[in-house]
């Protein structure tokens, strides 16, 4: 080791630990690395105090080395071989320095430099990598008492830490360790142990009282967006009124190393993070009715009640069987902690609603949760976030309206959707949100859709359908068409012209549209045979449109199969139809 003073080493590291530990928020926007980079400074004016690294016979190539690499390509002795005598300390805090400059060129995006430095760090420490010393740099197994942690490497004997304060530090190193296999897993799209070390992550950091509430309850709720998927309803519940109770913790635990920030200062990411997990409560609450509602409809999506009766029949085994599901799940927290989770989780089902009722109940969960949301995710600021929240408000309206038995209700519903989707694309620009309009399009063309059909069934029950009626059945048709014809002419290319190969992500919407305009043209009511007849010849027209394109994309037919075989009839049935009324006119 060089001849610097060790008081001069040590108040360098500690300045730089310090550095490292300063949010990036902290620093200026210009310079979001700034701490960062004085913490190098610092960590490089160590090393070169320290001295070389000492001189080793059993020195390999560099190209044997990696992080990559196993412990036999680092030259790793079978035995434990203690970390004694001035040779192995000077190793061993060049280790310590080697680390911490390795995780900074990391924490800075500087990812090869950083993992030269870590390699370095793995061949100092070869020799002594299950040391007492050493073993929490390597993060393998704890032997008998907690290892020194890496930063006593610096310290006076006074002031080593306590066992318990390294057994502390140590169940943290584990808990990272998790942490950072659930992020590896993520990358590997290996989501299923991604979640399980998320979810163990979660409840050590509750276990050992190591978190910071708002980004505890983000993770949370985020991991509540995979059972989700995965149709796991009570463990997505489970993570969200976790994450409920625990972001309610915010600015009330006392300051600590895990500390990064007083709330106080922060409140625009208190408000974002609150806005953040309403929308995961947002996505349980419609997942699930929309995953009832799939259970339950007919080939036509509507209520089927032979279904909806099996259902039933099901639910009293769903309940026997709770609490089973409840003991092999992994629960957070202990004590009054669990008590509070448990209180919130009793106020919201995890079952799938059976009748309007049930559904009901969601739908205003979810439709509260939409009002929080929208309290941060604002159009003015927030654009996509805040459209994408209103398109989930109406996604509940719509599976709500699947339960509604009443029909004129189910309209309201729809008028609803409606209502908060159009202005929605008055102010946007089609150049920069083409997506997001197109779904918009689709989306309200769909509710005039529907609520056509419903006008029309209240109609058929009528002796003889007044005028008012009929006009607003045609007034419905008139607007659908309007928006389905404003999403197919976006498909369209700078000169107008629709293309000959639909893009796969539009495909089937595209289909739908065409094979819906089909229909429209064909519902139309008029009293006029000439204008029958054209609205008839344009309804052939999408529906040709629909066979040929499959006919010559075989890709598209496995898209559309129900409106292919529907389209394949009123091509073979329309032109006799269209030839009576041509007849019809003749004779007149």
Sequence with gaps: MADAPWAEIREKFQAALALSRVELHKNPEKEPYKSKYGARALLEEVKALLGPAPEDEDERPQAEDGLGAGDHALGLPAEVVEAEGPIAQGAVRLAVIEFHLGVNHIDTEELSAGEEHLVKCLRLLRKYRLSHDCVSLYIQAQIGSPPLDPTEHFLPEEEKLTEQE??????KVYTHNLYYLAQVYQHMEMFEKAAHYCHSTLKRQLEHNAYHPMEWAINAATLSQFYINKLCFMEARHCLSAANVIF??????????????????VPELYHQRKGEIARCWIKYCLTLMQNAQLSMQDNIGELDLDKQNELRALRKKELDEEESVRKKAVQFGTGELCDAISAVEEKVTYLRPLDFEEARELFLLGQHYVFEAKEFFQIDGYVTDHIEVVQDHSALFKVLA?????????????????????????????????????????????????????????????????SHIVKKINNLNKSALKYYQLFLDSLRDPNKVFPEHIGED??????????????????????DPKK???????????????????EKHPEAAREIEVELELSKEMVSLLPTKMERFRTKMALT
């Design 166 to 171: 390294r057994s502390k530090r140590f169940e």
């Design 248 to 265: 309610g913790q915010t600015g009330k635990i006392s300051t600590t190393e895990d500390t990064t920030e007083a709330e106080g200062e």
């Design 402 to 466: 699947f339960f509604e038995t009443d029909m004129e209700r189910r309209c309201k519903m729809h008028k609803r959707r409606i209502a908060m989707l159009e202005p929605l694309i008055v102010d946007l620009n089609p150049q920069y949100y083409l997506l997001v309009n197109r779904q918009i399009q689709f989306e309200i063309a769909h509710a005039y859709y529907d609520m056509m059909d419903l006008k029309v069934a209240i109609a058929d029950k009528l002796r003889d359908p007044d």
């Design 506 to 527: 539009v495909l089937r919407p595209a289909m739908l549209a065409k094979f819906r305009v089909a229909r429209l043209y064909g519902k139309i009511i008029t009293a």
């Design 532 to 550: 029958e007849l054209e609205n008839l010849a344009t309804s052939l027209e999408h529906y040709k449109f629909i066979v040929d394109y499959c």
